[in-house]
């Protein structure tokens, strides 16, 4: 009888161990992907500041390509650049 119920101890303490290990390791998991997703949130950020920066370039030099007389697609181009960024604007 005494080796039945120290059996039965071992086998309860070690279900009772392995649920421990399986919650502490998802619960591991869910922190790696909360800090994943915060770490692609800023570089996200960063992608939309740099995009914001050529965009901006891109539209100067349209504009200056304008102004020296680049008259045959450049005012197309920057037409529809900024028919772009209206649109993109207002979504």
Not at 31 to 47: A, D, M, V, Y
Not at 56 to 67: I, R, S, T, V, W
Request: hydrophobic fraction near 45%.
């Amino acid at each position: 009888m005494e080796g039945l119920t120290l059996a039965a101890t071992i086998i309860q303490v070690a279900a009772v161990l392995t649920a421990c290990g399986v919650i502490i390791g998802a619960a591991y998991k869910l922190f790696k992907f909360i800090e994943e997703q915060k770490k692609n949130r800023e570089e996200t950020k960063i992608l939309k500041q740099e995009q914001r920066l050529q965009i901006k370039a891109l539209f100067a030099c349209l504009d200056g390509l304008e102004q020296l007389g680049a008259n045959h697609s450049v005012p197309k181009a920057k037409a529809a650049l900024e028919e772009w960024l209206n649109d993109q604007a207002h979504e």
